[in-house]
């Protein structure tokens, strides 16, 4: 089951998405590596990050150089999270800060 950033408590980890056309959320690099942090602290697993550009107000740019996958760790759910929650800090230490992130979490393995 997807979960969306708003069932999280953005608040508490300081975190305001900036809201795109077709609702997506995206949030800076700060903020999408205290949600990585918090995926890991609860067990959510991480279904993957998007990387965009923002060119202006109203126009992103996906930088295709920037996407993670885990669905590759699904195979063992025992240890999805941890293995996608570990992927994606590694992920997000490297990733430019100029980019805008979108992640799809997974509530279906929190424990």
Known sequence: MRIELETLPLEKLKIKPLVRPGSMQLVT???????VNYCADYQIAILG?????LLNKTQIMPDMNWILDCSCFFYD?????????DAAKKFMENAPSKLYFELVLNIATAS
């Open 49 to 53: 990050i998007e990387a965009f550009e």
């Open 77 to 85: 759910k025992s240890t999805f999270s941890k293995k996608s929650t």
């Open 29 to 35: 690099r700060e903020e999408a590596r205290r949600i």
